[in-house]
């Protein structure tokens, strides 16, 4: 009987086992499954892998044919040079975005170099980098005098407008591409619009297309590389945040549209007649170096009437430019025509090319006034030009005083009879220097006093004079081809 029990409760105890599994047992149950579940997702991400891969080497393999491709078809007259194993000289003019260490250029360099046996030499102009359209064409009325005994540029590449007031910029944008075609009538030109067009701060945006509307009126094409920005990039904005995208970018696209246009690049259509019709008229502009004055106290130089007499300025009117280098921190000075005060600035930077006075006319003297001798000691030269656009000359900085010089006792009597038949400043013009903007600490200049606030200027006498701004900005805006 015990037995019997005993095999009952044996029983009993197996069926129980068979109704409630422990959860070891379930774990080993399942187990097989989720190995195998582990087992065929790896073996999808490593197929995936191994497809991608595959895909990636097609690509490569597909552009680097394409890339072979493209320089076998590079047989425009650029690349003949390059081919024989020469020398092909690119000159660069332009702001701070034109260098010839910048990113896409340094990437240029390196990729026709590695293609062909020539060298790529680039010329690269030293401009200020915050240099105008106007700083290009007086670099290159001294700049010819040295290249004519060298070898001229192959290429011409050049990219102004973020630094150049929109008022201004299509006269002497226009006034620079007329004298690069006359200078160097054979050489292509590539005129660049910046990336910076993109941007809402600077210049580029407003000046790019009068740029565009110039260059094709002279049958050129640009390069505008805010176009090719925004073409390739969805967010080009999240670009320009990145230094090391930007980088990548730039050696990838911005290098790939210069070859691109390096293929159809062309000189300008020299008989094209201009846009703008003060540029028909006979162009002056006339170098007045460091060496042609004479000191004028410590902080002050002056030209005389004689040398103004010497020059053929005596009696005429213009507008007037700077060239001097800067010292760290501001850089201030006046300039005074017959004591009048008709320009100031207060500059910043490593160097400064560009304008200095609106129209003034010229009589008896004039007087540059710098705030330190350093100062006066970097400056480099005065330029007159003519025609007159309207120009609206610089409006910053705060007048300095004039220093005092003792003349002698022959000087005195001789200036006291000059100013008995003609005096140089007349009770009007000192009143106009004694009110003018600059002494009451408001920005502005003397010869500003013939504008009204709207950036209208009023017509002096001479020719070449229109007679609004938007006269002068108008005829850019639909110009035909």
């Keep these: 009987m015990q037995e019997m029990q005993e095999i009952q409760n044996e029983e009993e105890k197996k069926s129980y086992g068979k109704k409630r599994k422990s959860p070891l047992g379930i774990f080993l149950t399942f187990l097989p499954l989720i190995l195998g579940a582990l087992a065929a997702l790896f073996v999808y991400r490593y197929g995936r892998q191994v497809i991608e891969g595959r895909d990636r080497h097609n690509k490569a393999l597909i552009h680097e044919a394409a890339a072979s491709s493209a320089v076998e078809e590079r047989e425009g007259e650029v690349f003949a040079k390059l081919k024989k194993g020469e020398e092909l000289h690119i000159l660069l003019l332009g702001d701070e975005s ?71 910029f299509p006269y002497y944008y226009e006034l620079l591409l007329r004298t690069l075609m006359e200078k160097y009538p054979d050489t292509p030109l590539l005129p660049f619009i910046s990336y910076k067009a993109l941007l809402s701060e600077g210049q580029s945006r407003l000046n790019a297309t009068a740029l565009d509307n110039i260059a094709k009126h002279y049958s050129l094409d640009t390069l505008n590389l805010a176009a090719v920005l925004a073409t390739k990039e969805e967010h080009p904005e999240s670009v320009l945040e990145s230094k090391e995208q930007f980088q990548a970018f730039q050696e990838k696209y911005f290098v790939s ?58 009696g005429r009117h213009g507008i007037f430019a700077l060239s001097s280098a800067l010292h760290g921190g501001e850089n201030k000075g006046n300039f005074y025509v017959d004591g009048i005060l008709e320009g100031n600035y207060s500059l910043t930077g490593d160097s400064y090319l560009g304008i200095l006075s609106g129209d003034v006319n010229i009589r008896r003297q004039l007087i540059l006034n710098f705030e330190t001798e350093e100062e006066k000691n970097n400056f480099k030269c005065l330029y007159y030009l003519s025609p007159i656009p309207l120009e609206k000359g610089l409006k910053n900085g705060v007048a300095l005083a004039l220093p005092e010089v003792e ?48 950036g209208k200027k009023t017509e002096k006498s001479g020719e070449g004079l229109v007679e609004s701004s938007e006269e002068v900005i108008g005829i850019y805006d639909n110009v035909p081809n």
């Design 98 to 168: 034109l260098r010839a260490d910048s990113a896409y250029f340094s990437k240029l360099k390196e990729l026709l170099e590695s293609e062909y046996s020539g060298k790529i030499v680039y010329e690269e102009a030293k401009l200020p980098g915050s240099a105008t359209a106007l700083s290009g064409y007086l670099y290159l009325q001294e700049a010819d005098k040295a290249l004519e005994e060298n070898t001229k540029p192959d290429l011409l590449f050049f990219s102004f407008g973020e630094n150049d007031e929109s008022f201004t």
């Design 257 to 314: 549209s210069i070859l691109s246009a390096m293929e159809t690049i062309k000189a300008g259509e020299k008989t094209a007649t201009p846009i703008n019709p003060i540029l028909e008229e006979t162009r002056e502009c006339i170098a007045i170096p460091k060496e042609m004055w004479s000191d004028y106290g410590m902080t002050a130089l002056s030209l005389s009437e004689e040398d103004l007499e010497k020059l053929s300025l005596k």
């Design 407 to 454: 003349n002698s006792p022959s000087e005195t009597e001789e200036l006291a009879a000059q100013s008995s038949e003609s005096p140089a400043v007349t009770n009007a013009d000192k009143t106009a220097v004694e009110t003018s903007p600059e002494k009451t600490g408001e920005p502005g200049t003397a010869s500003d006093s013939g504008s009204s606030s709207d």
